[in-house]
């Protein structure tokens, strides 16, 4: 496999893949970066992935904790590389790390292992495992113009409604009632790889291991939490293909998809 730009980066980067999740609703019984996807785990299929995209000397991979079978799994396909030095083959370091009991816990347990002198992180989800390169390209293109944090995403299609519950005293069939209806235009639905410099990302994490309980548990992304330091967050185009996979359905896209560019 040879990367679509395998030279050595002036401004290291890193990739942390997050694959701790348990993949409850696609029903398989395993954690989801083992789901296959065409008869592979998603896991493989999206670091094969980021190995594409070459921008990343570590890829650092967050799994469930205790999981063995998933840290094999990241051996293989290291070894699968016939990883060596980077100056030698162009090919990404990969380490592996136990993941938290939290997206944020899991993060926090890849940066900590970064390799010294890393300038900038890319978060991505091994959920998201047929992101193209493009978008890794232009998130780390525009992290090297000066942006401290960069997220891909795409126009929202639909119509989206804010909602709150109804009170007990409305005559209602229904549980929720619209509270407002915002611009569409102004929407965008996140995807994966965000990127960020690495010294903002790592004082966004450790600044909200201070937060209550409860705001932390409101924390979606990495970028949220970029916000919550004041500092801008910039948009670049995200691609209709990175989609995440979360039911069965997604699954089932993602299979075809896969098979279409086979």
């Known amino acids: 496999m040879t990367p679509d730009n395998a030279s050595e980066p002036t401004e290291p980067v890193a990739v942390v893949v997050v694959a701790a999740g348990a993949g409850t609703r696609l ?6 970066a083992l789901v296959p996807v065409c008869g592979e785990p998603m896991l493989v299929r999206a ?15 967050a799994v ?14 290291a070894a699968g ?14 380490t592996v790390v136990a993941g938290g009991a939290t997206r944020a816990e899991s993060v926090q347990s890849a940066l900590a292992a970064l390799k010294p002198g890393t300038a900038h992180v890319l978060v991505h989800d091994a959920a998201r495992p047929l992101t193209p390169p493009e978008v890794f390209h232009r998130v780390v293109a525009a992290l090297r113009h000066g942006a401290a944090a960069v ?6 299609v639909d119509t989206v409604k804010s909602v709150a519950p109804t ?12 509270t407002g209806t915002p611009a569409r235009e102004t929407l965008r639905a996140v995807q994966t790889p ?25 924390i979606t992304d990495d970028a949220m939490l970029v916000e919550s330091l004041g500092l801008p967050v910039y948009v670049v185009p995200g691609d209709a293909r990175s989609l995440k996979i979360t039911t069965p359905l997604d699954l089932r896209l993602a299979e075809t998809l896969t098979e279409e560019t086979s």
Request: glycine content about 12%.
């Open 27 to 32: 029903g398989y019984g395993v954690p989801k």
């Open 47 to 61: 670091l094969r992935g980021v190995v594409a995209a070459g921008s990343a000397r570590q890829i650092c991979v």
């Open 64 to 77: 469930p904790a205790d999981d063995d079978e998933l840290a094999a799994v990241c051996r293989g396909f």
């Open 81 to 94: 590389l016939g990883e060596t030095e980077l100056g030698e083959t162009g090919m990404p370091e990969i």
């Open 151 to 156: 997220i891909p995403a795409v126009p929202v």
């Open 167 to 178: 009170v007990d005293d409305e005559a209602s069939v229904a549980g929720e009632v619209v």
């Open 194 to 218: 965000q990127g960020f410099d690495a010294e903002t990302l790592l004082h966004a994490h450790r600044t909200s291991q201070a937060w209550p309980e409860e705001r932390a548990a409101g």
